[in-house]
Nanobody
Framework: QVSVVESGGGLVQAGGSLRLSCAASGRTIGYYAMGWFRQTPGKERQSVAAISQSGGSTYYADSVKGRFTISRDNAKNTVYLQMNSLKPEDTAVYYC?????????????????WGQGTQVTVSP
């Protein structure tokens, strides 16, 4: 079993950057596929980016391609989401998630463990 905690959210102006971190405790995250999701009030949680156990495969939602980068450091038990060229529509609560099953996962139901989320607010 693993626990994950997000950090790095905050308020930033449009065009700015933030780096989210997802720190894991318990079992090493090397066993887990990892993903970042975001959610705004009244809407379903949406996949933003995902990365396989080895880091060799990644996925990005079309809305963030070319602006966000997901990476992992299994030795530090941490996953990152580098967010550049932020837009007001990126404003959301961002969640980190871990999946036991092998590979790349983009659906929320595929993930087994979730963090509490971190707020990202992008002002115009």
């Amino acid at each position: 079993q693993v626990s994950v905690v997000e950090s790095g959210g905050g308020l930033v102006q449009a065009g700015g950057s933030l780096r989210l971190s997802c720190a894991a405790s318990g079992r090493t995250i090397g066993y887990y596929a990892m993903g970042w999701f975001r959610q705004t009030p009244g809407k379903e949680r949406q996949s933003v980016a995902a990365i396989s156990q080895s880091g060799g495969s990644t996925y990005y939602a079309d809305s963030v391609k070319g602006r966000f980068t997901i990476s992992r450091d299994n030795a530090k038990n941490t996953v990152y989401l580098q967010m550049n060229s932020l837009k007001p529509e990126d404003t959301a609560v961002y969640y980190c998630a871990a999946a036991v099953s092998w590979g790349l996962h983009v659906k929320a139901y595929e993930y087994d463990y979730w963090g509490q989320g971190t707020q990202v607010t992008v002002s115009p």
